[in-house]
């Protein structure tokens, strides 16, 4: 479809001023809440509207309808009163609304947040998923808006609370990041009904949370509060003019007809009295507040007024109980105050289900096209950042400008009803249309960056073109040059070996090297029946696939360059076979590279793997099944529907879906491949190359029939029959750390089991695998976009790749998981599998660096400058690295950008401030040798850099790591929070596994 301009408005303004000072003294923060009275049940209100920035409609629309208006009538009645407070949190929203105010509300606005009276709580640009997004989305997300924060109001405007109240199930790896952000608290709304039930039991709704027991210890653990009523109002006490309808409003006139303060009062302070029998201490946070609440700002308020003046009356009869506006914050220091030991917890919250048989695992593999978009984005988006940044690119190429459009559109797509794939789906184009208008705008920048590196002399550098559907074989450059070039740019800070996949439509082509002499090995291969039959590759010109293994530089580009013998359009072959006779022995059912070998039996089905290093051989078997989707009224939980939330399948035995055609095998020099058909809407294509450690499963799924007026959800299962995993199994966290997974098993309460499919779903970000029973062999599985995934049965591996649903679950969209595509037929998804099979000591040192080779694949780009590759070399530059020392083999670049103003520290003189992190990749005891801290120094790193001066920061970069001061909270076991750990020393930094140092890097330009 055709896209049109609709971006964000996320414009920085300059600083309306740095700090409040009142006598000498910051009176934001914890010194701004209003006093509680000791010896009463203190109620926290905390005023606040939760404003999804996209969900049932646009993100335009929802700030046209209601976001505006809701700050525009909040702002006055702050001012109006200095005893009340309101919390706001999505910056997408915020940062729109102040940059368009006059300069009178701008400063009114910072004087409110100087005083404590508007606080800005959690800080991201919006509240993200915590199933779907990978990690360096969610940190991302959370630097633009903590950025805009700082760049606008300083310091009294730096968050400290996580407030994650709406996403459906909570991950570890965002409670380690809040951690690490320098965050006091984290408050969520949602969790499993069963554990609620429990923890409001035995009164621990609060706790420590410890994201990272096993590797950041208590520089990742944080504290931790369920709110009570998720994030509404308790009872009738909801005063927003959307709950005219159902709730009463104080009427406290005793000469009129409908006085009801006494009722009023009474239901409140029962209320307060149900709360405070699942919570410990005299303080209770109540929050006052729901969906887009506050539009009319002054009804909301004023009832507030009544109810602390009625309910707090009431202290002259007798009652204890006291009412005071306030904020998470305020709140969360009380409880500090009162010196308590807490439990702890270190599993995480998935999954999450409100009922029984309402398990909300459904969205982990909802609208997969959408996930696998926002996720070649964000590879792009790192990708571009380092270049711009490398290249010391300045304000004239306009660069900044289309990095923010680009950063802002990713970060509106980490909310928790966007790539969670749990929105409309005219939200859902609208998603992707502001990732493709901002990932549009940044090609010109890499144009910009490769304009300065590649340039010898004074020809102009080749334009270079983006082929952006690569992914389903599609590039006009490819199918229709007879010759043309190929430059990748690698943004992993190591030499790669890629394994580069072009669509071409000649049968002979040769590959030169960066010097145009080498010659490279390539094969041409046939490009599957699945993907030739894709709608929009109608008419296209490839019927081929050229590949050929790029050696890449590090943290820099390669050029490769391609001559066709004869370009020939009018093939045909009716079956793969076919176009390879030659190559393919007689009843030859195995493919094998260097380190693998897979074979298949008779019928085409995958039969088993070897790993050639070790020797070792298992059983390896692979089907397509499909869930039939529960056509419920959702009156009831045995009424729950499958939607985009709720994954409920009718029957917990799967439909499985036969082999109906077995293509046989091709043995190219680079890669082997096998191709399978399972009916005309699955398909795939399994792979192995000669140098890599991995078996690759390419799988074409739709459109997913719906004639029989079934919904389906669509799985594949690897199964090594007796590897004897007996149900244990481990899933990533945002692809970060690794947890373990057992069948009908929490950790913390008595599981009563009512889905044995679904309630055992978790989210796979990166990759899931199971262990023999024997503990000597790891099977790993990873993935290209988030995907949901279980171990059911013994040396089962079954991840859900495709979603069609017919009926709506009751969870708010309003209408079914239904994508038909632009066929109106249904949703093709094509995807990839990564398979790996080692042994469990050294499994981690090839996934773990394969999992970043899958995220941060190189950019690849095209130009079809019709000279010899001898004088394009003599033209231009054809290779570069920005590395000038490698970087130890556990420790990954995981950012590399310039501050786009100034940097949390001045920088001295003429310098520019850089963003840069280094991350320890590895776990402990994952790797005898790469698990191990290590030590390295960052001053000659980089060669275009000369650095000046190095500052440690929070993970988040908006404060020096020396200014972060954490709430202390005691454990049976220790004490946590003060001072976080330091990782540099001079130009030295030493991390620990698991770890990230975040830098601002003052550089000499």
Request: charged letters at 20%; aromatic letters at 12%.
């Amino acid at each position: 479809m055709q896209f049109v301009l609709a971006l964000l408005v996320g414009v920085l303004v300059a600083p309306v001023c740095s700090r409040s000072v009142k006598n000498g003294q910051q009176t934001c923060g914890y010194e701004s809440c209003n006093q509680e009275i000791p010896g009463m049940i203190n109620v926290h209100l905390v005023p606040h509207t939760h404003d999804d920035v996209g969900w049932l409609v646009t993100v335009d629309q929802y700030y046209y309808k209601a976001v505006q208006f809701i700050l525009d009538g909040v702002i006055p009645e702050l001012a109006a009163d200095p005893s009340k407070r309101f919390i706001y949190v999505e910056i997408a929203f915020f940062s729109r609304w102040f940059n368009e105010q006059d300069d009178a509300t701008r400063h009114l606005v910072q004087k409110l947040v100087n005083e404590g009276r508007l606080e800005f709580i959690l800080g991201g640009w919006c509240m993200n998923d915590e199933a779907t997004p990978h990690y360096t989305a969610m940190i991302d997300q959370h630097k633009i808006g903590f950025e805009y924060l700082r760049n606008n109001f300083g310091d009294c405007a730096r968050p400290k609370i996580g407030w994650q109240i709406d996403p459906f199930g909570h991950s570890r790896e965002q409670a380690s990041m809040f951690a690490q952000f320098g965050f006091d608290g984290y408050f969520f709304g949602r969790l499993d009904y069963q554990d609620k039930d429990k923890r409001q039991k035995d009164k621990t709704m609060e706790f420590v949370w410890r994201g990272s027991p096993n590797n950041l210890g208590d520089q990742g653990d944080l504290f931790t509060g369920v709110l009570p009523n998720g994030y509404n109002p308790p009872g009738n006490y909801c005063f927003d003019i959307t709950c005219l309808d159902f709730n009463p409003l104080i009427q406290d006139d005793p000469n009129l007809h409908d006085y009801n303060v006494d009722q009023m009062v009474d239901g409140f302070i029962q209320a307060v009295n149900d709360q405070a029998k699942s919570f410990r201490t005299n303080h209770l946070i109540m929050t006052m507040g729901s969906d887009f609440n506050y539009v009319q700002a002054h009804m909301f308020f004023k009832e507030m007024d009544k109810l602390i003046k009625y309910v707090n009356a009431r202290q002259s009869s007798g009652s204890k109980i006291n009412v005071l506006y306030s904020t998470p914050s305020c709140y969360l220091k009380q409880l500090n105050n009162d010196n308590l030991t807490w439990t702890t917890k270190e599993d995480d919250f998935f999954p999450y289900a409100d009922r029984d048989h309402g398990f909300w695992t459904g969205y982990f593999a909802s609208r997969p096209a959408l996930k696998y978009y926002v996720r070649v984005v964000n590879s792009f988006f790192q990708s571009v950042k380092q270049m711009a940044g490398l290249a010391k690119l300045d304000n004239t190429y306009d660069s900044g400008v289309q990095l923010q459009k680009l950063a802002e559109s990713m970060g509106v797509a980490q909310h928790h009803d966007a790539v969670s794939g749990t929105e409309k789906q005219a939200v859902a184009y609208d998603y992707a249309q502001r990732l493709a208008d901002g990932v549009n705008g940044a090609q010109n920048v890499v144009q910009d960056v490769y304009n300065l590196w590649m340039q010898k002399g004074s020809t102009p550098v080749p334009t270079q073109v983006f082929c952006g559907s690569l992914n389903i074989s599609i590039c006009s450059v490819t199918e229709n040059a007879y010759n043309f070039q190929v430059t990748l740019y690698n943004p992993l800070a190591r030499p790669v070996s890629y394994a580069v996949r072009l669509p071409v439509s000649g049968i002979k082509y040769t590959v030169y090297k960066e010097d145009g002499v080498t010659q490279v090995t390539s094969d041409v291969l046939p490009l599957p029946s699945g993907t030739l039959n894709i709608p929009t590759r109608e008419a296209r010109q490839a019927t081929n696939e050229l590949v050929f293994l790029a050696q890449l530089t590090p943290l820099g580009y390669v050029t490769y360059f391609v001559k066709a013998a004869t370009l020939s359009r009018s093939l045909k072959f009716e079956t793969e076979n076919e176009k390879h006779k030659a190559e393919v022995p007689p009843n030859d059912n195995s493919i094998e590279g260097k380190y693998l070998r897979v074979t298949f039996d008779d019928m085409g089905y995958l039969h088993s793997i070897t790993n050639l290093t070790s020797g070792v051989t298992v059983p390896l078997l692979q089907n397509f099944l499909y869930y039939q989707g529960f056509p419920g009224n959702n009156s009831a939980g045995v009424d729950q529907a499958s939607g985009a939330y709720i994954f409920r399948p009718s029957s917990n035995t799967p439909v499985n879906v036969p082999l109906s055609k077995w293509g046989g095998v091709v043995k190219g020099e680079v890669v082997q491949e096998a191709y399978q058909v399972f009916t005309d809407w699955i398909s795939q294509v399994i792979r192995v190359y000669q140098d890599k450690p991995y078996v690759e499963v390419e799988w074409t799924v739709g459109p997913v029939p719906i004639n029989d007026k079934i919904g389906k959800e669509v799985v594949t299962r690897y199964t090594l029959p007796g590897f004897g995993n007996k149900g244990v199994f481990y899933t990533d966290a945002n692809g970060r750390e690794v947890l373990e997974r057992r069948l009908n098993y929490r950790p913390t309460w008595d599981l009563n089991q009512t889905e044995p499919v679904a309630g055992n779903y978790y989210p796979v970000n990166a990759f899931m695998g199971i262990k023999s029973g024997d503990g000597k062999l790891q099977f790993t599985v990873l993935t290209d976009r988030s995907q949901g995934g279980v171990s059911l049965d013994d040396g089962d591996v079954e991840i859900m790749v495709h979603r069609r649903l017919l009926y709506d679950d009751a969870k708010g969209v309003g209408e079914p998981l239904n994508e038909t595509g632009i066929d109106g037929k249904g949703l093709i998804i094509r995807g990839t599998h990564y398979l790996v099979l080692d042994n469990v000591e050294t499994s981690a040192s090839i996934y773990r660096p394969l999992a970043q080779e899958i995220f941060l694949q190189p950019q690849v780009t095209f130009s079809d400058l019709k000279v010899e590759p001898s004088v394009y070399v003599q033209l231009f530059r054809t290779q570069w690295s920005a590395l000038a020392t490698s970087l130890p083999k556990n420790v990954h670049l995981l950012t590399l950008e310039q501050f786009r103003h100034t940097g949390p520290v001045p920088s001295p003189g003429p310098s520019v401030p850089y963003l840069i992190r280094f991350e320890h990749f590895y776990e402990k005891g994952e790797d005898a040798t790469l698990s191990n801290p290590v030590t390295f120094d960052i001053q000659n790193i980089f060669a275009p850099f000369q650095l000046t001066d190095v500052h440690e920061l929070a993970l988040g970069a908006n404060i020096p790591i020396e200014q972060v001061q954490r709430l202390k909270w005691n454990t049976q076991s220790a004490t946590i929070g003060g001072q976080p750990r330091k990782h540099l020393s001079g130009t030295v930094v030493t991390l620990g596994p698991m770890e990230i140092v975040t830098l601002q890097v003052n550089i000499n330009i």
